[in-house]
């Protein structure tokens, strides 16, 4: 009895992509009016962004290229492979795309995070900063921000905030399941 309470559950890669495609998928639909509530009262703002609160595609992909982007630092270069091609399969269905296609759209955004994110290696920050270039939100900043094109460093800080919610926690994760790879 003990001993199968203190096991860790085996998950094949299929299944934790599930999961974690689910997961985000979820919490992204849930909470991605409230992120926009608050990006729009943000006082850094001189005008309100005019986006909508179901414009949450954009949002959902920095959130799944972000969380992509931390797979590295919990799993070895196979295992990550397998759970990567695993999860953009997965991705593809629901949007109803391609795998290629879809593999590509998130290259694309890769690419692009960490092209605004140079020379950091800050996921996180790459992920608030694509979060501000993908919404175009440097026209509702002060003058002297909007000149520059750049985020408000007080503003970026908040974006940080927002996005670290979104981040899939794996340390907590990985302490009740075990990645089994067939």
């Known amino acids: 009895m003990l001993q199968t309470l203190f096991r860790k559950k085996k998950y094949t890669e299929d299944t934790l992509a599930n999961v974690f495609v689910n997961n985000l998928i979820n919490s992204v639909d849930a909470s991605f009016e409230d992120v926009a509530d608050l990006l729009k009262s943000d006082p850094e703002f001189e005008t ?8 949450s595609d954009r949002f959902l992909m920095v959130v799944i290229v972000g969380n992509l982007n931390f797979l590295s630092r919990y799993f070895s ?3 990550e492979q397998l759970l990567r091609k695993c999860i953009v399969r ?5 949007f109803g795309t391609t795998y ?3 593999k590509g759209h998130i290259e694309n955004y890769e690419d692009f995070m960490w092209r605004i994110n140079h020379p950091s290696n800050n996921v996180l920050y790459g992920m608030s900063k694509t979060v501000f270039y993908k919404y175009n939100l440097a026209q509702f900043q002060d003058e002297y921000f ?5 985020p ?3 503003l970026l800080k908040r974006l940080d905030d927002i ?3 979104y981040v899939w ?5 990985l302490a009740k399941i075990k990645l089994v790879t067939p």
């Open 90 to 94: 997965k991705l593809a269905k629901v």
């Open 163 to 165: 996005m670290r919610n």
């Open 152 to 154: 408000n460093p007080i």
């Open 146 to 150: 909007r000149e520059m094109k750049a």
């Open 48 to 55: 309100k962004p005019n986006f909508s609160s179901t414009d």
């Open 169 to 173: 926690d794996w340390d907590a994760y």
């Open 100 to 102: 290629d296609e879809f």
């Open 77 to 79: 270069t196979a295992e």
